[in-house]
T-cell receptor, first 116, second 115 residues
Framework: DAGVIQSPRHEVTEMGQEVTLRCKPISGHNSLFWYRQTMMRGLELLIY????????DSGMPEDRFSAKMPNASFSTLKIQPSEPRDSAVYFC??????????????FGDGTRLSIL | AQSVTQPDIHITVSEGASLELRCNYS??????LFWYVQSPGQGLQLLLKYFSGDTLVQGIKGFEAEFKRSQSSFNLRKPSVHWSDAAEYFCAVGAQSQAGTALIFGKGTTLSVSS
């Protein structure tokens, strides 16, 4: 079975540029999560969607970050303009509701983002 | 405030020895608890989860964890560690919700296995 697919795996870009990270959740999963991982702060939830609707975006650092989920099989996380402090590994995860509760999250392999 | 604490940043265990990784949580509601493992350059893989019922849960790769409500703990154990278990381990807690479970992760424990 195909897992959560993220692209690109690596992104290196200069400060000020727009960055778009992409995620394809597991087919049939109805919740999608974006996390950021850094050495200093560990794993932080940025935003999550349920049935394509944003549920909680309180973890989004600032207005430079935006996320969309136009359909059940695709989501994007955009940073514009990017800054060096945005350098991190960004993970996407998905899950499906089971028996009234959300099942465990399945993670993609992440996008390693470096902003120069 | 909701939080997860993994007191040990780095642990080294001899191959074949037993392992226990500690996890303490602070959560107002009934917790939904997880252990994930992350190998270098990879995403997180679910080892096991606790939802309800038996407080001793079995996971993949021979791991188990015990939920102790009185101690707010969910420690991960393995009776005999293999060199391939060297990785980073994360404990996480979330709410039981149909509309997605937003997880709070601990900072992780790095496991090294010596021969």
């Amino acid at each position: 079975d195909a897992g959560v697919i993220q692209s690109p795996r690596h992104e290196v870009t200069e400060m000020g540029q727009e960055v778009t990270l992409r995620c394809k959740p597991i087919s049939g999963h109805n919740s999608l999560f974006w996390y950021r991982q850094t050495m200093m702060r560990g794993l932080e939830l940025l935003i999550y969607f349920n049935n394509n609707v944003p549920i909680d975006d309180s973890g989004m650092p600032e207005d430079r970050f935006s996320a969309k989920m136009p359909n059940a099989s695709f989501s994007t996380l955009k940073i514009q303009p990017s800054e060096p402090r945005d350098s991190a590994v960004y993970f996407c995860a998905s899950s499906v509701g089971q028996g009234g509760v959300s099942g465990p999250q399945h993670f993609g392999d992440g996008t390693r983002l470096s902003i120069l | 405030a909701q939080s997860v604490t993994q007191p040990d940043i780095h642990i080294t265990v001899s191959e074949g020895a037993s392992l226990e990784l500690r996890c303490n949580y602070s959560y107002g509601a009934t917790p939904y608890l997880f252990w994930y493992v992350q190998s270098p350059g990879q995403g997180l893989q679910l080892l096991l989860k606790y939802f309800s019922g038996d407080t001793l849960v079995q996971g993949i790769k021979g791991f188990e964890a015990e939920f102790k409500r009185s101690q707010s703990s969910f420690n991960l154990r393995k009776p005999s560690v293999h060199w391939s278990d060297a990785a980073e381990y994360f404990c996480a807690v979330g709410a039981q919700s149909q509309a997605g479970t937003a997880l709070i992760f601990g900072k992780g424990t790095t496991l090294s296995v010596s021969s």
